[in-house]
């Protein structure tokens, strides 16, 4: 779990720095659309849109587009595609599951684009329920750490039912089911604890623990699938420990 918590923060990271930005904020939009078509165009009132709005921002999206997107899902404005949501199910190198969640406009380029980039990079693509009986849905907030301490982050959230706080060297990681993510970010800004970020996440309940060069292998098979404009989240049940995180950013 904190192997894979640790590679998304990592991998952020990255993506701040790189031509990955435009992926990025095309994603991010898209989410927001979505998510205002879904729960209405007020982010006071829709708590997801709220979330993604924070998300966008955190990736530097104009605020000019992320206030266009929230109105053409809306329909404040006109415009706007008709998404569909697809995950995709898998396994990668070294027998690792993925679940990938797709946006798009085109079953077929979707199905397209996720199948080329799995075969290109060592992967197969499986039936549906093949891998997705060993996720669960999960409720997740990062704080940065500052000057707090885990039994800060613990003691804020502890009765608004989070599962765990995770300590992911520059911030804490609340765990919490879908259900109470509400009420943990509420507990965090009733305790004066800034949200950095607020989503949810797919967690593996069996996971493969890989070394720097199966590592390698799959990030190179994560980014592919990344790089396809149709595919929003890609999860995976690899294990990475600190020591191959960290051969990985050298």
Not at 2 to 29: F, L, Y
Not at 143 to 157: F, H, N, P, S, Y
Request: hydrophobic content about 40%.
């Amino acid at each position: 779990m904190a192997g894979h918590s640790k590679w998304a923060t990592t991998k952020h990271k990255k993506a701040a720095n790189d031509a990955k930005r435009s992926k990025e904020w095309a994603k991010a939009i898209k989410a927001i659309e979505v998510a205002a078509r879904i729960g209405g165009g007020d982010p006071a009132g829709n708590p997801t849109l709220d979330d993604m709005i924070r998300k966008a921002k955190k990736a530097s999206v104009p605020n000019d587009n992320i206030e266009r997107a929230r109105k053409r899902g809306a329909g404040e404005e006109a415009g706007g595609s008709d998404w569909e949501n697809i995950t995709y199910e898998g396994y990668g190198p070294n027998g690792v599951a993925i679940l990938i969640e797709c946006l798009t406009d085109n079953r077929n380029r979707a199905a397209t684009e996720v199948r080329t980039a799995m075969t290109k990079n060592g992967g197969n693509l499986g039936e549906s329920g093949s891998v997705s009986y060993m996720f669960s849905r999960t409720g997740v907030v990062l704080v940065d750490k500052g000057e707090l301490t885990e039994d800060d982050v613990l003691m804020a959230v502890l009765d608004a039912g989070a599962e765990e706080v995770n300590d992911l060297d520059e911030k804490f990681e609340v765990v919490c089911a879908p259900t109470d993510l509400q009420a943990v970010k509420k507990a965090l800004e009733e305790a004066d604890i800034t949200v950095d970020e607020a989503g949810q996440d797919f967690r593996a309940s069996v996971e493969v623990s890989l070394d720097v060069e199966g590592a390698k292998k799959m990030i190179k098979l994560i980014e592919a699938l990344e790089d396809a404009d149709d595919v929003q989240e890609v999860y995976t049940n690899m294990d990475l420990s600190d020591e191959v995180i960290a051969a990985l950013e050298d």
